[in-house]
């Protein structure tokens, strides 16, 4: 059992698992704002020895080396990669404390987003049809680029309406040649689909100016990563064409002062985060508690 566990900032978790944290550690505080800096975020640790945060802040050494006693730190978010992360895993490593992160929580939510506004988009539904007149999915070219868990639900979903699917990875996956996915070049799936979805880790960037130059123009791109995917200025000149930019947050966007383009089209709001996904978050954070500790709970 932890001595003293703190969440620096809301975790999103449900109300009943928020009790159970108090299972877990003697002392429990959660703090229901985002600190500002790294000062405040050692000032919320204090001298706790286990930690817990969401993806809204970035806990890093200058942090950490503040607060002697931690030794766990659970990420109430994605963790895919130590380069993705929002905590400094390599530094925390380096001092012994266990970082946890979880995934494949709020995919379904995303999914039902790209669906609902590409559909909108083609058949015209409070806007002009896509190409002048409704149309459906069926047929479509769609290129996915990045086909993990919720890429490969974002395809699969696809496919179902009829879309023609084409998808750039590390390396070419069975089971989506079962499917009859297409892996493609990245340059050839740019310039082959009419739809590309985004799909990729925090930080990383796989568009640059060649590639939005083989992307050419008549095209809709859809981003579900936590940041841009692209490099701005290449990105912008893009935008100036007969182009659609769909995201979800201003994050993923690359910032609100893309926000009032013509041609971006952003909800301003997680997709991922549904009733639903809150369930699946608060269930995985709790058990990666009890893995650690070896606590086992109701």
């Given at each position: 059992?932890?001595?003293?566990?703190?969440?620096?900032?809301?975790?999103?978790?449900i109300p009943s698992a928020e009790q159970k944290l108090d299972s877990f550690a003697r002392e429990v505080t959660l703090y229901h704002d985002i600190p500002d800096d790294d000062n405040e975020i050692a000032h919320?640790?204090?001298?706790?020895?286990?930690?817990?945060?969401?993806?809204?802040?970035?806990?890093?050494?200058?942090?950490?080396?503040?607060?002697?006693?931690?030794?766990?730190?659970?990420?109430?978010?994605?963790?895919?990669?130590?380069?993705?992360?929002?905590?400094?895993?390599?530094?925390?490593?380096?001092?012994?404390?266990?970082?946890?992160?979880?995934?494949?929580?709020?995919?379904?939510?995303?999914?039902?987003?790209?669906?609902?506004?590409?559909?909108?988009?083609?058949?015209?539904?409070?806007?002009?049809?896509?190409?002048?007149?409704?149309?459906?999915?069926?047929?479509?070219?769609?290129?996915?680029?990045?086909?993990?868990?919720?890429?490969?639900?974002?395809?699969?979903?696809?496919?179902?309406?009829?879309?023609?699917?084409?998808?750039?990875?590390?390396?070419?996956?069975?089971?989506?040649?079962?499917?009859?996915?297409?892996?493609?070049?990245?340059?050839?799936?740019?310039?082959?689909?009419?739809?590309?979805?985004?799909?990729?880790?925090?930080?990383?960037?796989?568009?640059?100016?060649?590639?939005?130059?083989?992307?050419?123009?008549?095209?809709?791109?859809?981003?579900?990563?936590?940041?841009?995917?692209?490099?701005?200025?290449?990105f912008l000149q893009w935008l100036q064409g007969d182009n659609l930019c769909f995201c979800d947050t201003a994050g993923a966007l690359g910032g609100e002062h893309l926000l009032n383009h013509p041609n971006v089209?952003?909800?301003?709001?997680?997709?991922?985060?549904?009733?639903?996904?809150?369930?699946?978050?608060?269930?995985?954070?709790?058990?990666?508690?009890?893995?650690?500790?070896?606590?086992?709970?109701?």
């Amino acid at each position: 059992m932890f001595r003293k566990l703190v969440a620096i900032e809301p975790i999103s978790l449900i109300p009943s698992a928020e009790q159970k944290l108090d299972s877990f550690a003697r002392e429990v505080t959660l703090y229901h704002d985002i600190p500002d800096d790294d000062n405040e975020i050692a000032h919320r640790i204090g001298d706790a020895d286990a930690v817990l945060l969401s993806y809204t802040s970035h806990l890093g050494k200058p942090a950490l080396e503040q607060c002697p006693n931690v030794k766990y730190i659970g990420m109430c978010c994605s963790l895919y990669s130590p380069e993705s992360a929002n905590v400094d895993i390599h530094y925390a490593n380096s001092r012994g404390i266990t970082v946890t992160g979880i995934r494949d929580y709020g995919d379904e939510g995303v999914v039902e987003y790209v669906i609902s506004e590409l559909v909108r988009c083609l058949h015209g539904f409070d806007q002009e049809p896509w190409d002048g007149m409704a149309r459906e999915i069926t047929g479509i070219k769609a290129g996915i680029i990045g086909l993990g868990k919720s890429g490969g639900m974002i395809a699969d979903a696809l496919r179902f309406f009829g879309a023609e699917i084409s998808y750039f990875a590390r390396s070419e996956k069975e089971d989506a040649k079962a499917k009859g996915y297409r892996f493609l070049p990245l340059d050839d799936l740019l310039y082959e689909s009419e739809v590309i979805c985004c799909c990729l880790n925090r930080n990383t960037i796989l568009l640059h100016e060649a590639q939005f130059k083989k992307l050419g123009n008549k095209k809709i791109l859809f981003n579900t990563g936590l940041s841009p995917a692209w490099d701005e200025v290449p990105f912008l000149q893009w935008l100036q064409g007969d182009n659609l930019c769909f995201c979800d947050t201003a994050g993923a966007l690359g910032g609100e002062h893309l926000l009032n383009h013509p041609n971006v089209r952003c909800m301003q709001t997680s997709t991922g985060r549904t009733r639903q996904a809150f369930g699946r978050l608060s269930e995985k954070v709790l058990r990666n508690l009890s893995d650690y500790t070896g606590i086992r709970i109701q």
